[in-house]
């Protein structure tokens, strides 16, 4: 496949309301778009990297410019034998910068699938047609608001919550949620946020039956997960531990995890999740599709993803309108008794809303072919 024309697409969109973590407080959400211009289709990919480097060393910035200067004239000096296959390969003398790899490599997946006619989800391997939506649920000034914001998604359907804690904000909105909404699927994640130290704090965790706490350790402690991981009930699941396959197999290996959360850009591309999610499923792992606040044309892919096999837990694809009010795709992701829809046509199977698009870009450069 020839590549005829690559843009880097920045926007920002508001947020429907902040999102606060561990790290940060999010009001709107910055994104770098990869389009990609062949003969036949055009692909689009979405770059998971924050405005700051707080979740992980990557921000927007970052990935703008080495997209730039070093991945997208990589990839242009395979000339026609672009393949979506040999994205990752031409890329790799790059080091780290995964999040920037995975955008183009899905740019030419969804041109690559366009041109076959044939759904990501098939590509992947997706084996449902639609996915369970859990939400992620900000940290709050006070715990009656958490309750409010909990109720209005449970209300919406959602089949599971995440709550995002921190040390001063754990237990107690733990504890509230459990009694003010009974037997409800509920997990926590830490983005980081504890020691080894807090061990025994987080064991305290063990009697709301939750069904995992993500990352609570820094993202290089994964003997400290194993360690952690004996002396708490609660499932550990990795985040920010897992940056490839092989780094899976690690952590299950050193019994760091009981459950794996998949971000495509965390690993470097859709094709390297898959292999997460088969390594996991090959130890028995459960794993289930993380979220980074995309727009509708990252979440269809994530949606994609989550319809293999292996994912077994409801992951953070919640609809379009628990984030933006106005979507860049033609069609919002919408809940539906508690599942989103896997799209089914060609490549990520959603459209650009051109205008929309148009509204919310801060800036539009296009690169040498
Ligand atoms: O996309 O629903 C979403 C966000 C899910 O909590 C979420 N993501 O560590 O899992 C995580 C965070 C990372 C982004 S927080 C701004
Ligand atoms: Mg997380």
Redesign the pocket.
């Known amino acids: 496949m020839k590549i005829t024309a690559v843009e880097l697409r920045r926007i920002r969109m508001p947020l429907v309301s902040p ?1 606060r ?1 561990s ?2 407080t ?1 009001t709107s959400r910055e994104v770098v778009l990869v389009r990609v211009t062949t003969p036949d289709a055009e692909g689009w990919g979405e770059c ?1 990297a ?1 405005e700051e480097p ?2 992980s060393y990557e921000y927007v910035e970052s990935a703008q410019h080495v997209l730039r200067t070093h991945l997208v004239p990589r990839l242009l000096s395979l000339g026609d034998a672009i393949t979506a296959a040999r994205v990752a390969h031409v890329l790799e003398p790059v080091k780290g910068h995964p999040m920037a790899k995975a955008a183009l490599e899905l740019a030419v997946l969804d041109a690559e699938l366009r041109t076959a006619g044939r759904s990501l989800g098939d590509d992947l391997g997706a084996v449902r047609d639609r996915v369970p939506a ?3 649920v ?1 940290i709050m000034d006070e715990i009656p608001q958490l309750l409010d914001a909990v109720e209005g998604y449970l209300e919406q359907g959602y089949v599971r919550i ?1 709550l ?1 804690i921190e040390p001063g904000w754990d237990l107690e909105p733990v504890r509230a949620v459990r009694e003010r909404f009974g037997d409800i699927g509920l997990q926590v ?1 830490a ?1 980081t946020a504890y020691t080894l130290g807090d061990a025994r704090h987080l064991a305290e965790l063990d009697p709301f039956d939750l069904l995992l706490i ?2 609570p350790l820094p993202e290089d402690d994964v003997r400290g997960h194993a360690e952690l991981a004996k002396v708490i009930r609660t499932p550990v699941c990795l ?2 531990s897992i940056t490839s396959a092989r780094s899976a197999a690690d952590a299950i290996a050193l019994g760091a995890c009981s459950v794996i ?1 998949i ?1 495509a850009g965390r690993v470097g591309g859709y094709l390297e999740a898959v292999r997460v999610h088969d390594v996991a499923q090959a130890n028995g792992i459960p794993v289930w599709c ?5 727009t509708g044309l990252g ?1 269809a892919a ?1 949606v994609a993803l989550a319809a293999l096999p292996g994912f077994v837990l409801p992951g ?3 609809a379009s309108d ?2 933006y009010a106005q979507d860049v795709t033609t069609e919002p992701f919408v809940l539906e008794d508690g599942y989103v829809r896997v799209p089914t046509g060609p490549g990520l199977g959603v459209e650009p809303d051109v205008d929309v698009l148009a509204e919310l870009t801060t800036g539009v450069e296009q690169l040498e072919v």
Do not use: A, H, I, P
């Not at 993380?290 to 995309?294: A, D």
């Open positions: 999102f973590t790290f940060g999010q998971v924050m707080l979740y859990g939400v992620s900000g995440k995002k994640d983005n993500e990352q985040d920010e959360n971000k993380g979220g980074m606040l995309e979440r994530n953070d694809t919640s628990r984030y």
